[in-house]
């Protein structure tokens, strides 16, 4: 009965209610607020569509002053200042789209008291003439909001972030917020460190959607895969769709469109104002399929998005997290739907191989690599995985592909033999590394010309596995290389051994494999002996 009473007086509440409309905080953002109203440090863990924003708008108007938001998002900022001044919060924002005219008028309304938030890119605090505008007001606090942005071995990393320390130093009494989605364990701690918020209370909030069904399944023709995704469960409906290249983007968008589903293309290299159109349709229409690379999303706010689709895989758990996160916002059913084959494990170890930095960060970025693999070859609970992922626990959940259709996992033990004994003669043999499609025509004993032209039809390991079909070993493949059992180089994606395959081939080492659903339907059609 008190905190009924309380919460009618508490300003906190009042703003939530009057200005907001919310009726009550949701999760951790009543102690979040709370906190910062008070003056201390937060670092808020909360996934997208968890509600970030209120941490961070209620504290900026119940304190005094006016609350600096640092947010990389610089093409989402107008968008955020309209919504709150449609709900009567005098906001503004500054960065490097504006002209001079209007950037005076909302430093001049910051400096005047006007404006409860204002919007800060990152680039902008590099520069003395921001920091002096700044002492020039009063802010009540500074919001830091893809805090992980500061992290150097994340997928988002913006080096603007790494002087936002300096908040601290030069205003010692302005309480900080930084909020993220995308935050392991230890990118939490490189968050806190680099921006000096090792005294800063952190809340965690729950990483489970419930509502989203996640599903991967293997890749064969990607397209066509999507196209009767959509068409069987989500005709009619607004989705995502994410791709690697720009090229493909195009592509999928354009076979969709033609085969009756809606779809406009969403890239970096689309000139500024298609790329608006597009964000723009999506955002006010119904329905509408957007083809992205993953550009294309951070800070959207489409609650009714009711899928997202991977025709690529995405490079990290983070990633991947983010990304299908997009779904389901409102709280209804939603579908995370990925394809996936042994061409994305091959394509981003080139890209890793390729990359700039040094061995370090290449070891990071297989790290990440590794565990979105994981994810994806599960036989366990997709969601367990995921939530296990960001140190949370959960139990099986029922509305995953793993969970409502339990994938077998077989001893693959001998297969994997015969692919790695493959790899290993043709290096012993002849000298010889070559990509996956040619090992698997050695191992099926398909005579073509690349296979006449090196002889190897002569080694004693052609046509040793007739068993499988050419896409099942491409799967035993795959699962090898997410495994470590098999290793992946250079631009031709050229198989070798790893130090584990040789458990494999000399040390009885077993390997279970994750026998994919169609496969499993396969099995259970009677075949001659
Ligand atoms: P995030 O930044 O964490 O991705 P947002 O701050 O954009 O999430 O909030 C996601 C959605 O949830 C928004 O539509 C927002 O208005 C809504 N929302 C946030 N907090 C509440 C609440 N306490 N009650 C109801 N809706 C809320
Ligand atoms: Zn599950």
New binding site residues.
């Given amino acids: 009965v008190g905190s009924l009473v309380d919460a009618g007086s508490d300003p906190a509440h009042q703003v ?1 209610r009057k200005t907001f409309g ?1 009726d ?3 999760g951790p ?1 009543r102690d979040i607020v709370e906190q910062v109203i008070s003056g201390g440090d937060a670092l808020v863990l ?1 996934p ?7 941490c961070y708008q209620i504290p900026a108007l119940v304190r005094p002053g006016v609350g600096v938001v640092v947010s990389p998002l610089i093409a989402l900022m107008q968008d955020q200042v309209d919504a709150l001044q449609a709900v009567g919060v005098r906001a503004g924002f500054l960065n490097s789209t504006q002209f001079p005219d209007e950037r005076r008028t909302v430093e001049a309304q910051f400096v005047a008291g006007e404006l409860d938030v204002l919007y800060l890119a990152p680039e902008r605090l590099r520069l003395e003439s921001t920091a002096q505008l700044l002492d020039r007001g009063k802010i009540s606090v500074f919001a830091i909001d893809e805090a992980h942005c500061v992290s150097q071995w994340g997928h988002d990393f913006r080096p603007d972030y790494l002087g936002l320390s300096m908040l601290h130093e030069r205003w010692p009494d302005v309480p900080r917020i930084a909020l993220t ?1 995308t935050a392991t364990e230890a990118t939490r701690k490189e968050i806190a460190e680099r921006l000096d918020l090792t005294r800063a209370k952190h809340f965690v909030a729950s990483f489970d959607r419930p509502n989203i069904q996640y599903r991967i399944e293997a890749k064969n023709r990607p397209e066509h895969q999507l196209l009767a995704f959509i068409q069987s469960e989500h005709a009619g409906d607004a989705g995502i769709v994410y791709c690697l290249s720009r090229n493909s983007v195009e592509k999928t968008a354009a076979f969709l469109t033609a085969n009756g589903v809606e779809a406009v293309p969403y890239h970096a290299g689309l000139d500024n104002r298609t790329r608006a159109r597009n964000q723009a349709r999506f955002l006010r229409e119904d329905g509408l399929v957007v083809v992205a690379t993953i550009a294309f999303g951070m800070g959207i ?1 489409k ?1 009714d998005v009711r899928f997202v689709a991977h025709l690529d895989l995405p490079k990290s758990v983070e990633g991947y997290y983010q990304e299908t996160g997009r779904a389901g ?1 409102d709280g209804l059913p939603s579908t995370a739907w990925m394809v996936y084959g042994l061409s994305d494990v091959v394509q981003q170890r080139k890209m890793i191989d390729s990359s700039d930095g040094d061995a370090m960060h290449r070891r990071q970025l297989q790290l990440h690599l590794d565990a979105m693999l994981a994810l994806c070859e599960t036989v366990q609970c997709r969601r367990v995985q995921l939530l296990a992922y960001f140190g949370q626990q959960g139990e099986r959940c029922g509305n995953c592909d793993t969970c409502l259709n339990a994938p077998e996992s077989w001893d693959g033990t001998v297969p994997a033999q015969k692919v790695l004994s493959t790899v290993l003669r043709l290096k012993r043999e002849r000298g010889q590394s070559f990509g996956a499609g040619h090992i698997v025509d050695i191992l099926v004993g398909k005579r073509n010309p690349k296979v006449e032209q090196h002889a190897h039809h002569e080694l004693k390991v052609f046509g040793i596995g007739t068993e499988l079909r050419d896409i099942e070993w491409r799967g035993v493949v795959r699962q090898l290389l997410a495994q470590g059992l098999l290793a992946v180089h250079g631009d031709y994606g050229v198989l070798t051994l790893t130090e584990a395959s040789n458990q494999v081939l000399f040390e009885k080492r077993e390997v279970m494999l994750r026998r994919e659903p169609e496969r499993a339907k396969a099995a259970r059609t009677p075949k001659p002996a």
Wanted: glycine share 16%.
């Fill in positions: 939530l919310y009550s905080f949701r953002q909360m997208t569509g968890g509600g970030k924003s209120l989605a706010d609650p916002r």
